[in-house]
């Protein structure tokens, strides 16, 4: 843990040193005691946070949770599972149950650990399972009638592939849904074939948005029953555990969790923004590798914002409008609110806040495994340190110190690592890996996979998957689809990132595949070192869908190596000392001109190559206007400009107009060809960038007044140039007690929160309020001299809790 810059200045006499008294609890928990708190109501983000959505702005560096998805009007949400009946009927039943106990558990875990005892005692999950018979050609055998349900969820291909005798896409059913009084909800449009994903691609409504095997349908039931949300899943995972690709268990998680209202954390089919927590479960990403996800707390935010409309949050015995929470990104994509949420209060429902540590579900073929604990008992992962010393001079008592967790066990010293693994433990030579090894420079961790022999593939594609691990994330090595050389394609599968070109290289002769990442890239996503490496091979298709792990080494524990610091670096573009003005007329490297062909029809996922994509050099810092145009009437064109502030858009009758206040870096122009009615569609692309200079930031903390949310006060860029002095995540403009950290609502220390108490032969004299829940913290105290011989005790306190303690004999 780095300590946060000190509110005072150390002692420059000398001090005396304290004695350690242990004193308190040994350990630490998590994740309860690394959370700070949320922030909710319209742009007040947490400090370091911005409103932009794009990825490609350096200052973007909070996660960022589309909420409001569907009306869910009720904390009591009934659920019904359907599977159609088949041999492993009681294995979907009971996977798709543990998903929605998933749910149930973690937002109970979370919620407590995070101040919200209200959402954890008002909200109630109620779960009925039904296998659905079949006759012998794969046809309904009776009809259902489901009372009220708040989420119905459809595992519409739980056997796919398997050779059991039932055809989904000929599976046929009827669902009768009555409310709470027996009333049929008449609105509510199921389709016959209700394990059919086809047939629900046909119902108005539904939203499969992942163009993969689920999607959603919601529907208000009238009277007393509310809406009804169906959760559509296709399982593609006929051997639970050994196919990856989607499991069901992930896939309904997915699917619940729109149902609950949660929207995408930014690589769904309505992003990208970014940075993306990958490890979410509302990410579309199968990280981290191999192992299901399991409730976040940004997942938890969001679900309050909804539940708060319910229940009595504020705890006077009613629920008004007092107890409404407001996302802090109302307006967000202009369609949808979004919820910002800091990464280092991004934990998850596991012992340890670690999402590699999630409980995982039974997905045998067969009953008989532990019921799994989704709510189990946090651990230690980090020990109290308290350091003090007292001074006495001029009649006045001097303490100052720091208090912080350390975490447990003995820190990474080494640099480089190998570790050999079983020859003849894969299917195959190509992925069979012999041996791993790593090191890690200044600038870059470089990794080597030996294998039994490196995949001979030149020409086309390669099914087999070289990947290494680090941290959690997984680096896929491949060679891509239209390949002709046989160089490999590297893929940040979890970000969805394609790295530069001798990313890794394979080399058959010596049967070895290298990787060579830059740090930077890896601290940019938030994967500090020490990391902790490991190799992996298996089957993938397309780009990042990993089918099958076939050998992992070493498979027992990573290969943990650490790192020199790295070394500080700039990208920003300096500032002009004269303002000047540039203007620029862009041309796409194919022509400024589309097809009718071209035609992109707003979906976000259509192939870049249908976009025009120009980049626009900054070589000093400005503000840029970009300008598009055409003349064809049958034509609609959008703009967007990437990499820079928040950027403001002007349509006009054939033109779109993007500002970018503050452009510090080289930007990407993108041209979207909505509709192309015509043959052909040409256009004019101009920029004009006016430089920016020192006059342009009045309180000189390099962000322009422009973009500057606090123009007299100096903050860092990644907060839109607003400070938090007492580290608390709350920004001071929002902050009663700037220089208290705390994690009251108002940023002001709440009842419970932690402090640095001094004792002087058993009577307070002076206390501070610290917060290490992110990084260790430092104190200072005063207080009158005593005279005569005095005990002096420093208590650290979490709550009633004494953590640590430091005393010494004043004589």
């Not at 990208?272 to 990280?287: F, R």
Request: hydrophobic residues 35%; negative net charge.
């Amino acid at each position: 843990m780095t300590p946060r810059t000190p509110r005072w200045r150390h002692l420059a006499m000398a001090l005396v040193a304290a004695v350690l008294v242990l004193a308190g609890v040994p350990a630490l928990s998590a994740p309860g005691d690394s959370y700070v708190r949320a922030h909710f109501g319209d742009q007040r983000l947490p400090a370091g946070c911005v409103l932009d959505l794009d990825p490609a702005n350096p200052d973007n560096e909070c996660y960022h949770l589309k909420v409001g998805l569907n009306a869910l009007d009720t904390p009591r949400v009934d659920v019904a599972v359907l599977v159609p009946v088949s041999p492993f009927a009681e294995r979907d039943l009971r996977v798709v149950q543990q998903s929605i106990d998933m749910w149930e558990g973690g937002l109970d875990m979370l919620a407590g650990q995070m101040g919200m005892e209200w959402l954890r005692d008002g909200t109630d999950f109620r779960v009925r399972g039904y296998g659905v018979p079949v006759d012998p050609e794969g046809g309904p055998a009776e009809v259902l009638n489901l009372v009220d349900p708040e989420i119905v969820v459809v595992a519409s291909n739980p056997a796919g592939g398997i050779g059991i005798g039932i055809d989904p896409s000929d599976f046929a059913s009827q669902i009768g849904i009555t409310d709470g009084e027996g009333v049929p909800c008449q609105e509510v449009e199921v389709p016959s074939q209700v394990f059919s994903l086809d047939a629900w691609e046909d119902v108005e409504g539904y939203d499969g948005h992942h163009g993969e095997a689920g999607g959603i349908y919601v529907e208000d039931c009238g009277g007393v029953g509310g809406n009804v949300c169906f959760a559509v899943n296709g399982a593609v995972d006929p051997v639970p555990g050994t196919t990856d690709f989607f499991g069901l268990f992930d896939l309904v998680s997915h699917e619940v969790g729109h149902c609950l209202t949660l929207g995408h954390v930014g690589d769904g089919a309505d992003g990208p923004w970014g940075p993306t927590a990958v490890n979410d479960i509302m990410a579309y990403s199968t990280d981290p590798p191999g192992l299901a996800k399991c409730v976040s707390t940004l997942d938890v935010e969001g679900f309050a914002l909804q539940m708060s409309k319910y229940l009595d949050r504020d705890g006077d015995g009613k629920v008004t409008a007092k107890d409404e929470l407001e996302p802090n990104d109302v307006e967000g994509d202009g369609t949808s609110s979004f919820h910002v949420q800091h990464p280092d209060d991004h934990h998850y429902a596991s012992a340890t806040g670690d999402p590699q540590d999630c409980p995982q579900p039974d997905v045998a073929p067969l009953p008989g495994a532990a019921a799994t604990d989704w709510t189990p008992a946090p651990v230690a992962t980090t020990r109290p340190r308290l350091t003090a010393r007292v001074d006495v001079r001029g009649g006045r008592l001097a303490v100052a110190g720091t208090a912080a967790r350390v975490p447990l066990g003995r820190p990474v010293t080494a640099r480089s690592g190998a570790a050999d693994d079983a020859s003849g433990d894969a299917l195959t030579p190509i992925t069979d890996i012999e041996r791993v090894s790593v090191r890690v420079t200044r600038d870059h961790l470089e990794a080597v996979l030996r294998v039994g022999q490196v995949n001979p593939v030149t020409d086309g594609a390669s099914v087999t998957a070289y990947s290494l691990l680090v941290s959690g994330r997984r680096f896929d090595s491949f060679v891509a689809n239209g390949t002709t050389d046989g160089t490999p394609t590297t893929l940040d599968n979890g970000q969805g990132t394609t790295m530069p070109r001798g990313t890794s290289t394979w080399d058959a002769d010596a049967g070895t595949v290298r990787f060579r990442i830059p740090r930077a890239y890896l601290a940019d996503q938030r994967i500090d070192a020490p990391y902790d490496v490991q190799g992996m091979t298996g089957v993938h298709a397309r780009t990042n869908d990993w089918l099958a792990t076939d050998d992992v080494a070493p498979a027992r524990r990573p290969i943990a190596v650490t790192g020199p610091a790295l070394p500080a670096r700039s990208l920003d573009a300096p500032i002009a000392r004269t303002r000047s003005t540039q203007r620029l007329t862009l041309q796409h490297e194919g022509g400024n001109s589309f097809t009718a062909a071209d035609s992109s029809f707003g979906l976000p996922l259509v192939p870049v190559g249908t976009k025009h994509v120009v980049d626009l050099p900054v070589r000093r810092q400005s503000a840029v206007e970009v300008t598009l145009r055409w003349d064809d009437p049958g034509t609609l064109l959008a703009l967007a400009v990437k990499g820079g502030s928040e950027t403001g858009t002007r349509e006009g009758e054939g033109s779109v107009t993007v500002t970018v206040p503050w452009a510090r870096r080289d930007l990407q122009v993108v041209v979207d060809p909505l509709e192309v009615l015509s043959p052909g569609a040409d256009y004019t692309l101009t920029a004009r960038l006016t430089s920016l200079t020192r006059a342009d930031d009045r309180d000189g903390d390099r962000v322009p007044d422009s973009v500057d949310l606090c123009d007299r006060d100096r903050g860092p860029s990644a907060g839109a140039g607003c400070p938090d002095r007492d580290g608390d995540l709350t920004q001071d403009r929002f902050d009663r007690c700037p220089a208290a950290p705390g994690t009251g609502a108002t940023g002001c220390p709440a009842r419970g929160d932690e402090r640095v108490v001094v004792l002087v032969d058993g009577r307070r004299v002076a206390s501070a309020a610290v917060l290490t829940d992110h990084r260790a913290d430092a104190f200072r105290l005063g207080a009158r001299a005593p005279r005569g011989a005095r005990t002096v005790r420093v208590v650290w306190y979490d709550g009633a809790r004494v953590l640590r303690a430091v005393s010494r004999r004043l004589r």
